[in-house]
């Protein structure tokens, strides 16, 4: 009976499982715009931190777990469609995960050195936030490069390789976001759109007190990042031999020109001079991304010819 049970429960699950995926992405989504709608109306007032037993959990970095754990997870299991061994993904991943994380803060000091000069055990402090997803990505980058002999060896393309990881970028990019919400950081303007988000009085800033509603910039990422997933994930689908690196580089385009629009509209940029360094490292991201496709077309066009 007990096998009969699950037998009729893995071929429910099987001949509908798009509609059950479609079915629980409805519900989350629901309940997710129902809290956000308590949280940005200022009723519900998020906590940092909550404790287990004598330890003090924060949740910024809980998020930041759960986005890895969720990126690795669908690295490992995309990782048979490049033919990629199992051991050899895990090792790699580790060291990226790990090159990104240090690049990540490094880049975050660095842009907020003033701050950090004059408070430097705030350095280590990573649970108030402050992990950039640039240096996150150029630390990624040069583990890649470190690891680039053994690719190589395997007979596998870096283009690959990043074509391979860039999905589990972008996920973790969607999940860590919510990071910023419970830090109540990276939000933009002051704004009275229906859709503003309530900043508490602590996490204002000095001249912006008197504001209650910000632009919730970390929720404008989110659903930015959501459409260029499904975008490339749909476009990858449509393409039989795709060239690698095309998805990487996709990537890079796509998301660098919405993070360009939206650091007009963050309060805490960094500026060099009267710009934004963020804006800068966005737009020399996007300049790179179309040398290549340009590079790249024009290569296909040669050995046509």
């Given at each position: 009976?007990?096998?009969?049970?699950i037998?009729?429960?893995?071929?429910?699950?099987?001949?509908?499982?798009?509609?059950?995926?479609?079915?629980?992405?409805?519900?989350?989504?629901a309940?997710?715009?129902?809290?956000?709608?308590?949280?940005?109306?200022?009723?519900?007032?998020?906590?940092?931190?909550?404790?287990?037993?004598?330890?003090?959990?924060?949740?910024?970095?809980?998020i930041?777990?759960?986005?890895v754990?969720?990126?690795?997870?669908?690295?490992?299991?995309?990782?048979?469609?490049?033919d990629?061994?199992?051991?050899?993904?895990?090792?790699?991943?580790?060291?990226?995960?790990?090159?990104?994380?240090?690049?990540?803060?490094?880049?975050?000091?660095?842009?907020?050195?003033?701050?950090?000069?004059?408070?430097?055990?705030?350095?280590?402090?990573?649970?108030?936030?402050?992990?950039?997803?640039?240096?996150?990505?150029?630390?990624?980058?040069?583990?890649?490069?470190?690891?680039?002999?053994?690719?190589?060896?395997?007979?596998?393309?870096?283009?690959?390789?990043?074509?391979?990881?860039?999905?589990?970028?972008?996920?973790?990019?969607?999940?860590?976001?919510?990071?910023?919400?419970?830090?109540?950081?990276?939000?933009?303007y002051?704004?009275?759109?229906?859709?503003?988000?309530?900043?508490?009085?602590?996490?204002r800033?000095?001249?912006?007190?008197?504001?209650?509603?910000?632009?919730?910039?970390?929720?404008?990422?989110?659903?930015?990042?959501?459409?260029?997933?499904f975008?490339l994930?749909?476009?990858?689908?449509?393409?039989?031999?795709?060239?690698?690196?095309g998805?990487?580089?996709?990537?890079?385009?796509?998301?660098?020109?919405?993070?360009?629009?939206?650091?007009?509209?963050?309060?805490d940029?960094?500026?060099?001079?009267?710009?934004?360094?963020?804006?800068?490292?966005?737009?020399?991201?996007?300049?790179?991304?179309?040398v290549?496709?340009?590079?790249?077309?024009?290569?296909?066009?040669?050995?046509?010819?």
């Amino acid at each position: 009976m007990g096998k009969s049970i699950i037998y009729a429960m893995q071929f429910m699950a099987n001949k509908y499982q798009k509609k059950i995926i479609w079915f629980l992405i409805i519900i989350t989504t629901a309940g997710l715009s129902y809290l956000l709608n308590y949280i940005f109306s200022g009723r519900l007032i998020l906590s940092q931190t909550f404790f287990l037993g004598p330890l003090t959990v924060h949740f910024y970095g809980l998020i930041l777990a759960v986005a890895v754990g969720v990126g690795f997870y669908l690295a490992i299991k995309r990782a048979k469609n490049f033919d990629f061994n199992e051991s050899w993904a895990e090792n790699i991943l580790f060291w990226t995960v790990i090159g990104g994380f240090i690049g990540a803060r490094i880049y975050h000091v660095f842009s907020s050195f003033e701050f950090y000069q004059n408070n430097p055990v705030e350095v280590f402090k990573v649970w108030n936030g402050g992990l950039s997803i640039y240096g996150a990505l150029l630390g990624g980058l040069f583990v890649i490069w470190l690891f680039a002999d053994k690719i190589l060896h395997l007979k596998s393309s870096i283009l690959n390789l990043l074509d391979w990881l860039t999905p589990s970028l972008i996920v973790g990019q969607i999940i860590g976001r919510f990071g910023n919400l419970f830090n109540y950081e990276a939000y933009g303007y002051p704004t009275n759109l229906p859709w503003k988000m309530f900043v508490p009085l602590q996490f204002r800033p000095e001249d912006l007190v008197a504001a209650q509603f910000f632009h919730p910039l970390f929720l404008y990422e989110v659903l930015g990042n959501l459409a260029i997933l499904f975008f490339l994930l749909w476009r990858r689908k449509k393409i039989p031999n795709p060239i690698p690196g095309g998805l990487f580089f996709s990537y890079l385009l796509l998301y660098n020109s919405l993070r360009f629009c939206l650091e007009f509209v963050r309060i805490d940029s960094t500026f060099i001079g009267n710009f934004r360094l963020n804006a800068i490292i966005s737009l020399s991201f996007v300049g790179l991304a179309l040398v290549w496709f340009l590079t790249t077309n024009y290569k296909c066009l040669k050995n046509i010819n």
